[in-house]
């Protein structure tokens, strides 16, 4: 399988959520990457 984005995000802590909003919202594919749990 394989993906293109315009955005790779790596982490869900405060900052990785906040890049995930705004990417999103100017519509752009976006991905985001946590290994432990959404928050940090």
Do not use: F
């Not at 995000?9 to 594919?29: D, E, H, N, V």
């Amino acid at each position: 399988m394989e993906a293109e984005y315009d955005v790779v995000i790596l982490g869900a802590g405060a900052a990785g959520l906040a890049a995930g909003l705004y990417s999103t919202r100017a519509m752009m594919k976006t991905v985001l990457i946590e290994s432990l749990g959404v928050g940090g």
